[in-house]
């Protein structure tokens, strides 16, 4: 969680380095790193700056937030994920504000990381280097380990406590003992 202008300037490094961008700023139409932005700095301000003062501006932030997640078909809330995040590309996103997701995580389009039915606090904690394929499913009160790549159109509704393997189905199960070292950039490794 982003509790200083320290820790704000580096997930916004680990950020740009994990979806590759060369320079700081964004370009006409990346829209995505502009997202990536926007969500760290609305997790700034909202964590950092507490003076009534502030409240218009970061209200202003938030709609702004807001407005450009539903352009691009995410519901990603605050304070969720870690340092690295890499969204893949433009498309359906849903997470739920109770998840906690570790540093170095790749999304593709169409994941859902959501609660278990009938519960509104019982969501995923998510490790370190984590790999999420496009259309994935993660559901309830689950932990999944450093390192874990899950295949495209999985459904994970049950804990993964081994580092550094593949899994993939419906159910989900193991499928390999090779990770995701090969899927990311680890960017807070690199800084």
């Not at 340092?83 to 433009?90: N, V």
Request: glycine share 10%; hydrophobic share 40%; aromatic share 10%.
């Amino acid at each position: 969680m982003i509790r200083s202008k320290q820790h704000y300037t580096f997930y916004l490094e680990a950020d740009r380095v994990a979806i590759g961008k060369k320079g700081k700023n964004p370009f006409f139409g990346d829209k995505i790193w502009k997202f990536e932005r926007l969500l760290r700095k609305v997790e700034y301000y909202h964590n950092c700056k507490r003076s009534i003062f502030w409240k218009p501006y970061i209200l202003y932030l938030k709609w702004r937030y807001h407005s450009m997640g539903v352009k691009l078909g995410f519901t990603i809330p605050k304070n969720v994920f870690g340092p690295g995040l890499s969204i893949a590309h433009i498309g359906t996103i849903v997470v739920n504000g109770n998840a906690k997701v570790g540093a170095n995580c790749r999304l593709h389009t169409c994941v859902t990381i959501g609660t278990k039915a009938g519960h509104s606090g019982l969501a995923p904690k998510i490790g370190n280097n984590v790999y999420i394929g496009p259309g994935a499913k993660l559901f309830g009160d689950i932990k999944i380990a450093d390192g874990i790549a899950i295949g495209a159109n999985s459904v994970v509704n049950r804990s993964f406590m081994e580092s550094n393997i593949s899994i993939a189905g419906v159910p989900a199960k193991k499928i390999s003992d090779k990770g995701s070292e090969d899927l990311l950039v680890k960017a807070t490794e690199t800084l």
